[in-house]
């Protein structure tokens, strides 16, 4: 699987970050919201459901993630 976020959508709500903190963390920026940023690009098998949950519950629905 292929984890994108569209960067410019986000608001940085840090829900991805708590339902799978291996694969998402959120950088406060400078100039406006606090933005995610995607550690494991290609998670493994093992963190699918994190994943999935993380993409379900995000307020801003910017996680997109692809099979491979």
Do not use: W
């Not at 569209?6 to 606090?34: K, M, N, R, T, W």
């Not at 998670?43 to 996680?63: D, G, H, M, S």
Request: net charge negative; charged share 25%.
């Amino acid at each position: 699987m292929k984890v994108i976020v569209d960067l410019a959508l986000c608001q940085g709500h840090s829900v991805c970050l708590g339902e799978a903190p291996e694969v998402f963390d959120v950088i406060e920026q400078d100039d406006g919201y606090p933005q995610v940023k995607v550690l494991l690009e290609n998670p493994p098998e093992a963190l699918r459901e994190k994943v999935l949950k993380a993409a379900r519950y995000c307020p801003n629905n910017v996680i997109t993630v692809l099979e491979e």
